[in-house]
């Protein structure tokens, strides 16, 4: 219990880069003025999603950082679409999602790409089976996401050559068998993921939160850990972090602001998000909360009662989910491991094929 108070209320101070911060608020404040400018404010809301690319720029990852953002936005890319083409029924959304997640989980994984990890491509996904969409409007949505995909690579090329990172390298060596072999347990820790992305999702349809993603998102962001202590440690923040996130929301909700107003507080606190969610969670949290109300309501503030609602029951039951999920999940590793140990099954004399030394081919 004093480990997990700790890990929650404990503040880190990362090595983060001051250039990816700024990039980040100039790629959403470049979205959110296209929108404004044009009147089409599906700008806003699609294309802010493909800048998501640009989260999983990180310094350290030296010649592969442009591979891994090409990589992280074909990922976004595909989840979306899939997302959107499971509205075409509704019962195909969880399936969808599961499927989403055991491939973006095992991909990330086995290529080593970690926080935020395959978090981005289910909120995706989630966000494009949260209403249902024609067969005709899924070109024009993906063109939209692709421009905020294609801007983040941009950017993110622009962060290179200021920070004199080392010459890029593209090629990628897929290997597969032999990556599943050297990372048995990501198979494992997939089937597992999905599972709980499948169970999450039949209960966001059951209880009515089906248009909005948030249940979902908040059982996937749970699982983000790589510990126990951590995944209930991120549980606990989320529900915190939310909480009195919407308290200030509200607040905020009954100031008439003007749209350019809203636009100008979504970048700050956007930014605001990006330097705090690497030094603690829940802070990170209360400022994506006021992002996401102020995003929602942009054309129109009425509507914050029932965005205010969605999310706060979302991430409570999505947190909950995923944490009597990751702990059904290490009591199961728990107990095979034992078994193997008490019963001896590991042996290699197991595994060896018995000829009997009579028998002639």
């Not at 004093?2 to 959403?28: H, M, T, W």
């Not at 030296?62 to 990922?75: A, D, E």
Request: proline share 4%; with cysteine; charged share 15%.
């Amino acid at each position: 219990m004093e480990n997990l108070k700790q890990y929650i209320f404990q503040y880190n101070r990362p090595n983060d880069s001051k250039v990816r911060l700024l990039i980040a608020g100039f790629c959403i404040l470049v979205i959110n003025l296209l929108g404004y400018f044009t009147g089409n404010y599906h700008i806003n809301a699609v294309s802010s999603l493909g800048v998501f690319t640009f989260l999983h720029y990180t310094p350290n990852e030296g010649s592969r950082i442009l591979k891994r953002m090409t990589f992280v936005g074909i990922c976004l890319l595909s989840g979306y679409m899939l997302g959107m083409l499971s509205t075409v029924y509704i019962l195909m959304g969880p399936i969808i999602i599961a499927l989403v997640g055991l491939v973006s989980r095992l991909l990330f994984r086995l290529f080593d790409i970690d926080k935020p990890g395959d978090l981005f491509v289910i909120l995706c996904s989630a966000v494009g089976a949260s209403r249902p969409v024609s067969l005709s409007e899924i070109p024009e949505l993906s063109l939209l996401f692709i421009f905020g995909v294609v801007l983040s690579l941009i950017m993110g090329y622009v962060a290179l050559k200021i920070e004199g990172a080392p010459k890029q390298s593209l090629s990628f060596n897929l290997n597969l068998r032999e990556r599943v072999r050297n990372n048995p347990r990501a198979m494992v820790d997939s089937v597992s993921y999905a599972i709980t992305l499948f169970f999450a999702s039949y209960i966001n349809l059951a209880i009515g939160l089906d248009q909005k993603s948030w249940l979902i998102v908040s059982a996937a962001a749970i699982l983000q850990g790589n510990t126990l202590l951590q995944m209930y440690g991120r549980n606990f923040q989320r529900i915190i972090g939310t909480s009195l996130g919407l308290i200030v929301a509200i607040l905020l909700m009954f100031i008439p602001f003007t749209i350019e107003a809203r636009i100008a507080l979504i970048v700050i606190v956007y930014v605001i998000v990006e330097y705090f969610m690497p030094r603690n969670y829940s802070i990170g949290i209360f400022f994506v909360t006021n992002m996401v109300m102020l995003q929602t309501t942009l054309t129109d503030p009425s509507i914050w009662p029932s965005i205010a609602h969605s999310r706060f029951f979302g991430i409570v039951i999505g947190s909950l989910i995923g944490a009597a999920s990751a702990f059904i999940q290490y009591r199961l590793f728990d107990f095979y491991s034992q078994t193997i140990i008490n019963e001896r099954t590991y042996s290699p004399d197991n595994f060896k094929e018995h000829i009997d030394p009579n028998h002639s081919l």
